[in-house]
């Protein structure tokens, strides 16, 4: 990349980052790549095909966040600002950083990185807020949604290995498994006996976890269970966008079916 642009103009924004809603209960229910907004000082120097950062998104997980009282949606791109990664990582300024895809024309000015670290460090402090809360009434979980790709080979490609690629894949990589194992293993249970017997349900296969889910499960450690949701995009094209609306209306019950089981399983905690 060359030397980086000039600081930007003053500009308009496009609308708030992100949105909490705060509700009652012990479930929180988080959509942190679903955003696909940039703002304009953002979008002007992005060289990125809007259709590629789409496919990188994880379109309509906010949607799956519905059956929850304590909902968290970000309206950001993850490619302004990626809240499932640390500060220091959060914007993409290498390829290695962006899967190899190249994604500015050229180096963004600091201060244009800087506008999207505050996003970071808002949205944190809110959150921290919300959850400081919650914690203060006992045990609680975050279901933090996220979806992947399985047919990055082309649109009409074989889709990827299903034992390598779970429909569904639990992270519990930073979790305490002592106290929160018969957690997860009643929620995969609910889960599984929702959605049809095809689908695979497994644990820390493709991912474990990102930094949202490791930061609540570290600094709420033995009252606080994030669990990384990653959802396989069979709900979706992920080359067209086009939603299967009956796939995810599908996703969206079972997942709602777990919260009662979420609820149990805390109040034997408590």
């Given at each position: ?247 995810l209306r599908r996703l969206l019950s079972a997942l709602a079916g777990t919260a009662d089981g979420i609820v149990g399983e805390l109040r034997g905690m408590t």
């Amino acid at each position: 990349m060359q030397t980086p642009t000039p600081e930007p103009r003053q500009r308009p924004d496009v609308g708030p980052p992100f949105r909490i809603v705060a509700g009652k209960g012990p479930i929180v229910a988080t959509a942190i790549h679903a955003g696909h907004d940039l703002r304009p000082e953002v979008a002007v120097n992005m060289v990125l095909e809007e259709s590629d950062r789409r496919r990188e998104e994880d379109p309509y997980t906010d949607r799956l966040t519905v059956p929850f009282a304590n909902r968290v949606i970000v309206e950001r791109s993850r490619f302004e600002v990626d809240l499932n990664r640390p500060p220091d990582e959060a914007v993409y300024l290498t390829e290695e950083q962006s899967w190899g895809l190249e994604v500015w024309r050229s180096r963004p000015h600091p201060a244009t990185v800087a506008g999207s670290l505050a996003i970071h460090t808002e949205f944190y402090r809110q959150m921290d807020q919300l959850l400081d809360e919650i914690a203060s009434k006992g045990p609680f979980v975050v279901l933090d949604l996220h979806s992947y790709n399985h047919r990055r080979d082309g649109r009409y490609a074989p889709p990827a290995p299903v034992l390598e690629n779970p429909d569904v894949n639990i992270g519990t990589g930073t979790l305490d498994h002592e106290r929160w194992d018969p957690l997860v293993k009643r929620f995969s249970d609910d889960l599984t006996a929702r959605l049809p017997e095809s689908m695979v349900i497994a644990e820390n296969v493709r991912f474990q976890g990102g930094y949202l889910s490791r930061r609540v499960n570290e600094r709420y450690e033995g009252r606080g269970c994030a669990l990384a949701l990653e959802f396989k995009k069979t709900f979706m094209d992920e080359w067209t966008d086009e939603l299967d609306e009956l796939a995810l209306r599908r996703l969206l019950s079972a997942l709602a079916g777990t919260a009662d089981g979420i609820v149990g399983e805390l109040r034997g905690m408590t």
